[in-house]
């Protein structure tokens, strides 16, 4: 069965450092793959979407990468911020309209 | 303003009487999807609507119903609800719904649902 992992349930930095969050999966051949952020209480709100032929993207302090041979992707936040704290989320998508989630992985960024 | 929006935004109910968690979306976008989120089991798609009129299963889709007969809007429906149907619900959508380029989500703010 489709399974998706992303790498422990909460990750602890330092501010100014680069946070680097991990989602891995098996059994599946996304089409291509999106990163969220979620805050307690609320829904989740899109940060970054890779495609299934796309290595890298960026945006602003945030850089995805994408590995389909290692059915992997990272997920970086740099100079990070105490306000970057959060769960952040992969959604792995194919073309006929399915969405899978991960748990999520919760960053806390200290001062 | 852009937005999802879901109705309620909390409800408490009793086992087996039937509720409608209402969708809208003012964005014109062509899909739609619903999902629950439980501690541990992260966020789980229900269903899904690539356009009006069409609908199909997500993960867990037991024990639900959606329609879809106009493109803003996109209810889902428990028959009978259960206590393990106690949950967070989200429901979103995107701009377009045809295989190849969906794109981000924009999701809800949540229905909390607890059924005893």
């Known amino acids: 069965s489709q399974k998706i992992e992303q790498n422990s349930e909460a990750l602890n930095i330092q501010e100014g450092k680069t946070a680097t969050l991990t989602c891995n999966y098996t059994n599946y051949s996304p089409a291509y793959l999106q990163w969220y952020r979620q805050d307690p209480g609320r829904g989740p709100v899109f940060l970054l979407l890779i495609r299934e032929n796309e290595k890298e993207k960026r945006k602003e302090r945030l850089k995805v990468t994408f590995d389909t041979t290692l059915k992997q992707s990272l997920f970086h936040i740099t100079a990070s911020q105490p306000a970057d704290s959060a769960t952040y989320l992969c959604?792995?998508?194919?073309?006929?309209?399915?969405?899978?989630f991960g748990d999520g992985t919760t960053l806390t960024v200290k001062p | 303003e852009a937005q999802v929006t879901q109705n309620p935004r909390y409800l408490i109910t009793v086992t087996g009487k039937k509720l409608t968690v209402t969708c809208s979306q003012n964005?014109?976008?062509?899909?739609m999807s619903w999902y629950r989120q439980d501690p541990g089991l992260g966020l789980r798609q229900i269903y899904y609507s690539m356009n009006v009129e069409v609908t199909d299963k997500g993960d867990v889709p037991e024990g639900y119903k959606v329609s879809r007969k106009e493109k803003r809007n996109f209810p889902l429906i428990l028959e009978s609800p259960s206590p393990n149907q106690t949950s967070l619900y989200f429901c979103?959508?995107?701009?377009?719904?045809?295989?190849?380029?969906?794109?981000?989500?924009?999701f809800g703010p949540g229905t909390r649902l607890l059924v005893l």
């Open positions: 964005m014109n976008h062509e899909y």
């Open positions: 979103a959508s995107s701009r377009e719904g045809q295989p190849g380029s969906q794109e981000t989500q924009y």
């Open positions: 959604a792995l998508n194919t073309n006929a309209g399915k969405s899978t």
